[in-house]
């Protein structure tokens, strides 16, 4: 196990305090507890009530079960997939919880250790892979087709010239082992003012496809508004277009059907004063549902 993390302030955690409705008599959920900001804030800011935090990257539950020692009478971590949540809930013996946090995507620490193989801007193996469950990015390549490449970098990253650079990525794949392997193909084919942009917009698209992730978080905060009590708030925070478009149109449709109100009419955005100091923070995106009958 690597003890080292890298932690980073967590985003809109001013908003997330506001919105969450903390009771002392509450069970409330973090799904994403990554470095353990969020849950601290929430654990520091109650006295009694219980948290369960989830995270399927081991390195982050390493580092997160330090920082949470003191609260460890109420504060229970378990490395899963939120995509089990149900499974988790039921195995503790939860029927529902008081409140469900999902900060998404990747952590600023996964982002900057190079042997993740998260950015194209450190050099490391073409790994990419949030838990150790899921497959590297190297070797989901391998066994992919040339229209599926094509289809994730347009629909997951909105790449520019998409149908180059994964035609380009699907002959290179048995090759590709790093990330600069990877980053070379996209310079090959990208004109110099717009290549930071768009090897963002591919190792974005890529890290997406192979954590599964909006399947993920479709299914997390369907299981999450389930298990949530009446009057119980599910807060998500979203960074990607793809992420936020789900958690609109899940909410107006339980919304239309009467089992979750809407309390952030428009999303909320950091402040600017957030952005300033936190550029991750640029392009986050927090929607607040409550529940109204029990489903
Ligand atoms: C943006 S970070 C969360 C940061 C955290 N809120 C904090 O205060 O430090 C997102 C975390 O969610 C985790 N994650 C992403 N998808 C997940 C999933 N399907 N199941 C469990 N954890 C997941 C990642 O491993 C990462 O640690």
Known sequence: MDSRYTFHRPVMVAEVMRWMNLYESGTYCDCTVGGAGHLVAMLEATTRAKFIGIDWDPNALYFSRKRIKPYEDRCMLIEDSFINLGTIL????????????????????????????????????????????????????????????????????????????????????????????????????????????????????????????????????????????????????????????????????LQTKGTLQILTKKVIKPQETEVKSNPRARSAKLRVGEKCVHS
């Not at 620490?109 to 190297?138: C, I, K, W, Y």
């Open 90 to 253: 039921n195995r503790l013996q939860i029927k529902r919880i008081d409140g469900a946090l999902f900060d998404c995507g990747v952590s600023y620490h996964q982002l900057v250790t190079p042997e993740r193989g998260f950015s194209f801007e450190r050099d490391g193996q073409l790994l990419m892979q949030m838990s150790p469950n899921n497959p590297s990015l190297a070797e989901r390549l391998k066994k992919t087709t040339k229209e599926e490449i094509i289809r994730v970098l347009k629909e997951y990253g909105d790449v520019r010239n998409s149908r180059r650079i994964g035609t380009l990525i699907f002959e290179n794949r048995m090759h590709l082992t790093t990330t600069h392997d990877l980053r070379r193909l996209v310079e090959r084919v990208t004109p110099r003012k717009f290549l930071k942009k768009n090897l963002q917009k591919v190792f974005q698209a890529l890290r997406i496809w192979v954590n599964d992730e909006l399947d993920n978080l479709r299914q997390g905060i369907a299981t999450a508004v389930e298990r949530l009590n009446n009057g119980a708030r599910i807060l998500v925070i979203s960074y990607h277009s793809g992420e936020d478009r789900i958690v609109k149109h899940f909410f107006r449709s």
